[in-house]
């Protein structure tokens, strides 16, 4: 008798706790549940992002680890939040929180470089859209004489060239023909360089960054220009002459 009636308790006792697994609150969580945090590499390059994933659940909050891979600075922006301008290698963290289901735009803020590309839709709650193909030509062209020729002088000067956004100062703009050398320093926040058209280009440097080049001249006018995509377009362009 006694051996029934332990059964019995037994067997009640697992009703109890099998109705309890059932109906409890908060039972295991199912894959992309609301509230959860979502970790997302986006790599930003020469014009376009890659995202390690392009959907999330309503209510997720969102680590974005942005990348810049290219060779010019670049940002990102979504949902009213943005990164600092990131220089070539190197990457920051957005936290953001999508609390509306929707279809929500990112794109990078720097002049020129959402239209060539850098541009995108995250989906919350819906699917995420397939993405597009740019095909964008960049390439900035502009029509520029040829560089001045004839004789050289004996002249060796220094000319310093400070770069901003969007801007170059040098230290003088009418220098003797001959041999010079120029010393050019990245003072902005974004990568830039020096160019004389049809003598010289200067590699891009990034910020606080410089280098040092010695080019020969002859007697003329000369133009200089900052060949990143679009910042010729900004202002990054000058004059300088060359006496005999």
């Known amino acids: 008798m006694r051996r029934a009636v332990s059964l019995f308790v037994l067997g009640m006792l697992a009703l109890v ?19 959860a945090t979502v970790k997302i590499t ?20 969102v680590i974005f680890t942005v990348i810049n891979t290219g060779k010019i600075s670049h940002d990102f922006k979504i949902a009213g939040k943005k990164t600092k301008t990131l220089q070539p290698k190197q990457k920051t963290t957005l936290k953001v929180v999508f609390k509306k289901k929707g279809k929500i735009a990112y794109t990078c803020t720097l002049l020129g470089h959402a239209k060539a ?20 030509t960049t390439t900035t062209t502009t029509t520029q004489p040829p560089p001045p020729t004839g004789p050289i002088g004996n002249a060796q000067t220094t000319v310093q060239v400070n770069m901003f956004e969007y801007r170059f100062e040098m230290s003088q703009s009418t220098i003797p023909s001959g041999q010079v050398t120029f010393v050019i320093t990245n003072r902005g926040q974004e990568v830039h360089n020096f160019a004389i ?24 006018t000369y133009n200089t220009v900052c060949e990143v995509p679009f910042h010729a377009e900004r202002g990054m362009v000058g004059t300088f002459t060359v006496t005999p």
Do not use: C, H, Q
Request: aromatic share 6%.
């Open 17 to 35: 706790g099998t109705a309890a697994g059932i109906y409890a609150p908060g039972g295991d969580a199912s894959p992309g549940k609301a509230n």
């Open 42 to 61: 986006v790599r930003a390059s020469e014009f376009k992002f890659v995202l390690s994933r392009r959907t999330v659940p309503v209510g997720s909050t």
């Open 117 to 136: 590309g850098m541009k995108g839709v995250f989906a919350v709650g819906v699917a995420a859209p397939k993405p597009t193909t740019t095909t964008t």
């Open 197 to 220: 058209a049809g003598s010289r280009s200067g590699a891009l440097i990034g910020p606080g960054a410089s280098e040092t080049w010695t080019v020969a001249l002859p007697a003329g």
